[in-house]
DNA sequence: CATTTGACAGAGG
DNA sequence: CCCTCTGCCAAAT
């Protein structure tokens, strides 16, 4: 796919097409898009993106199912959006990580 | 145009 | 699981 999308552009996308109550790695997105080790670019995009509001990036995470931004997101932000879906955080991290992962290459 | 930076990932200890 | 080092890619300065 990857409709004349630029850099970030494909990114958004794939990141709003996270299900609700389920979570990816930058890694996963970065394969995906073909960037495989590419993974900063894709954190990179998600700094230019804090700016929009259609990016839901508090479903994005780290391989280890950490809350990487969370710090970007202003506070407990990041941690009470995932809670309200579903998704248990403590410490900074994913409960379940593996449970609630949703990776773009198998599931689109 | 060269260097630094960044919300990462993988391997090793 | 945490810490450190290396590798990758693109944007920012």
């Not at 931004?69 to 995932?82: D, I, S």
């Not at 409960?95 to 992962?101: D, E, M, T, V």
């Amino acid at each position: 796919m990857a409709t004349n999308l630029n850099s970030f552009d494909a990114i958004y996308q794939v990141v709003q097409l996270i299900p609700k109550g389920k979570v990816t790695s930058y890694g996963a997105i970065a394969a995906y898009l073909g960037m495989k080790g590419g993974a900063r670019m894709v954190g990179w995009a998600m700094n230019a993106s804090h700016t929009l509001e259609n990016v839901p990036a508090h479903r994005v995470v780290n391989r280890n199912g950490i809350l990487t931004g969370k710090n970007f997101f202003g506070g407990n932000r990041m941690q009470e959006l995932l809670e309200e879906e579903g998704i248990q955080v403590k410490e900074d991290k994913i409960i379940g990580f593996q449970q609630h992962f949703w990776d773009p290459s198998s599931e689109l």
